[in-house]
Each structure stands twice: as C-alpha cells, then as structure tokens.
C-alpha cells in the first residue's frame, strides 16, 4: 500500500516558483531532503496566503519564545527556482502551519486537493520539516514571484491579459 503520509524531516532547501508566461504560470513548492526531491502543485493565492501566515505565525513563536534567534529572509535568487525534473507528486488543497519546539522546526503541511476521486480517507499528506529562515525566505522569495505576473491596470484593478485590455472603468462602465 502507497505510504500517504510523507515526512521529509529536515528538509535542506524549500522553494517556491512558477513555470510559463503570466496568466498561464504554474505554481510549485519543492523541498529536497539529503536523499529526495519533491515537489508540490499549488497556486498562487495559497503561496500568498502561506506568505501572510508565516510572518503572523513567526510573530506569534516570538512573542510566545522571546529567546528564538530572528528568522531570516535573504536569498540568492539563482538558488531559489526550482530545480528539475519538476513531477508534482499532487495538487496541494490544504496548506497548514505547525511549529515543534523542541528542533526548532517550522512544519509546512501540504495536503493532497480532494476530488470525488479522491476522498480524505485516500489523500497524501506532507509535511516539509523547515528552519524557520527557510520557510520565511521561500515565502519572501514567493512574493517576489507572484509579482512577477501579469500587470494590474491602475483604473480597474484587475489583471491586464494584454495591451488591448478591456477596462470597464475606462469605457464608461461601473464596477459592481
């Protein structure tokens, strides 16, 4: 039987990034570990909602653990895309936070996108055992990726497809 429940404790690098054109990209997170690479499905409202988690979750340990070390965020961007061959082992649904004190381990849990044909009782589980620099640098790193898509028209707000965008506010519509 398929082993459902992964734990890549710990984790040696995490990242997140996209592959193709803006407003067709597709969002990973991969984790290597000494002896495995894996890598994720996931789209880009989750990395930005893991984003704003993390820095609320760090701010809570702190002010929980006074005595933790800062996590930092910088990066060398050449090490943080990903690295192939990139075959998602699924499609993230559920993204969580846990924090073990005793490793001083951020845990990313990524849980398998349910379906019809896939009901809880069969879904993958994993949980990425991260630094908490490494977990604040990939949701840093995360950020700067989702920026890097498609522009927003100042007038509307929404995300411009092409040159010959259709602004609503622009041709006289209100927006509702």
């Not at 001083?104 to 896939?118: G, K, P, Q, Y």
């Not at 929404?158 to 609503?168: I, R, T």
């Amino acid at each position: 039987m398929e082993n459902r429940e992964i734990d890549l404790k710990p984790i040696t690098h995490i990242t997140t990034d996209a592959i193709g054109e803006p407003g067709m990209r597709v969002f990973y997170v991969q984790a290597q570990s000494e002896d495995e690479t894996t890598t994720v499905l996931v789209e880009k409202i989750q990395i930005q909602t893991l984003a704003i988690g993390v820095e609320q979750f760090l701010t809570e340990l702190t002010e929980r653990f006074p005595d933790l070390p800062v996590a930092e965020s910088d990066y060398d961007e050449s090490d943080m895309h990903i690295q192939p061959p990139v075959d998602p082992l699924f499609r993230a649904g559920e993204l969580g936070l846990a924090y073990e004190q005793e490793g001083d381990f951020l845990i990313l849990v990524a849980r398998e996108n349910l379906s019809e044909d896939i009901p809880l009782e069969e879904s993958r589980l994993i949980r990425f055992w991260c630094s908490r620099t490494q977990l604040r640098t990939m949701c840093r790193w995360g950020m700067e990726v989702v920026g890097k898509g498609r522009k927003t028209c100042p007038l509307c707000g929404e995300a411009m497809e092409s040159e010959e965008h259709f602004c609503v506010k622009k041709n006289g519509h209100k927006n509702k």
